[in-house]
């Protein structure tokens, strides 16, 4: 070390622990729920029928789980260590005294029920949807005829949870498993895992506003999922004072079946899915659709490969669903031995369907591949 009489050098055995980066990023998101009412709301409204918590409320543990959100550290764990040694301060951000600790906040977790969890997501709707948006800001698409469609994403991902093997000795009390609560086996693709967990998530395409996330054990239930997720959507319109008749809603092939396209159209709104099977193109209307020139030809945004559209008009998909518009595409099978990750091979063709409502007259074959491009397949 160089020595310099100009610099002095003190320490301290007390501990003084630095403030965390994301500390000012809290004070700006208090404030901001204080000034609009909604930290009154979320106390007042939010209640939960629960077992031993002390003098905590509800608003106490919403305080820490704002924070976590926002401090971006990996666990729990290491937020409280960052948190900790400023708790007062961070709470009376909130106008609360006193910080959870963190096995308080996990008996908190285990004990919210539905009832608290809904009004949580009543309020977030009332309060984030229309926040800093106008029903002319919110974007939108416009077909041939000038109708506007307001474009949703709902999409199922599965996260596969691997568990490490348990001691087994008569001596030894049962196993239990903590993920049995969030988890069960189900589909883990390719993914390494034992069990999983589904969450469905809607999305609001122009904004990219989350309008809702829903979560299951193993497949989750699609049909449940999917009915939470229109309701969302339609009080995400009905704020804007828009119909369902304007929501356009993209799936992919989890919901390409009869009963998933008659709950979307029971909901009133407009949907472009995959189709989940391929018994269709069986069906003489669209045998005699392909046996002429396609409708329109496309390339695939990532590649040079061609794909071929066909319009194979309205049809009903099963008896007592309601017609819907069925639009094929088929490009050049792959070299032989080369396996076929989507679509069905039916000789020199890869073929894929996809089902949507959009009418004809505003919506052309090449522009609904737009629509499709999400799936990754044009």
Not at 119 to 135: A, I, M, P
Not at 145 to 170: E, G, K
Not at 268 to 279: E, I, K, N
């Amino acid at each position: 070390m160089i020595p310099n009489p100009s610099i002095e050098v003190q320490t301290s055995p007390v501990d003084r622990p630095s403030v965390p980066a994301w500390f000012a990023e809290v004070v700006i998101l208090s404030q901001h729920l204080t000034t609009k009412g909604i930290l009154e709301a979320f106390a007042h409204q939010v209640q939960l029928v629960r077992g031993r918590f002390g003098s905590y409320e509800p608003i106490d543990f919403l305080a820490l789980l704002f924070g976590y959100a926002m401090s971006g550290e990996r666990t729990l764990s290491a937020f409280f260590e960052r948190v900790t040694p400023f708790g007062s301060a961070f709470m009376a951000l909130f106008e609360r005294a006193n910080l959870p600790h963190r096995a308080t906040l996990s008996r908190f977790l285990a004990s919210v029920d539905r009832p608290c969890l809904e009004v949580f997501r009543q309020l977030f709707e009332q309060y984030g949807f229309t926040e800093g948006w106008t029903s002319e800001t919110i974007g939108g698409i416009w077909d041939r005829q000038s109708r506007r469609y307001i474009v949703f994403d709902v999409d199922a991902t599965r996260q596969a949870a691997r568990q490490r093997a348990l001691p087994c000795d008569p001596s030894l009390p049962p196993p239990r498993r903590r993920l049995d609560a969030v988890c069960a086996p189900g589909y883990t693709g390719r993914k390494r895992g034992e069990v999983v967990r589904t969450r469905t998530v809607a999305l609001q395409m122009h904004t990219r506003q989350w309008i809702g996330t829903f979560a299951g054990r193993g497949n989750g239930d699609y049909q449940a999922e999917l009915a939470s997720a229109l309701r969302a959507i339609t009080t995400y319109l009905e704020l804007f004072a828009l119909t369902a008749q304007v929501a356009l809603v993209r799936l992919d092939g989890q919901y390409g079946d009869t009963v998933a396209i008659a709950q979307l159209i029971a909901a009133g709104v407009h949907l472009v899915t995959r189709a989940r099977g391929y018994r269709v193109l069986e069906h003489p209307q669209i045998q005699r659709v392909l046996a002429h020139l396609p409708t329109a030809r496309v390339t695939r945004v990532n590649s040079d490969e061609e794909v071929e559209l066909f319009d194979g008009g309205w049809l009903s998909l099963d008896e007592g669903v309601p017609q819907t518009r069925i639009i094929v595409a088929r490009h050049r099978a792959p070299a032989p031995g080369k396996r076929v990750s989507v679509g069905k091979c039916i000789g020199e063709w890869v073929y894929e369907v996809f089902i949507t409502t959009l009418p004809i007259d505003g919506f052309l074959v090449a522009r609904c591949a737009r629509s499709l491009s999400w799936a990754g397949s044009l």
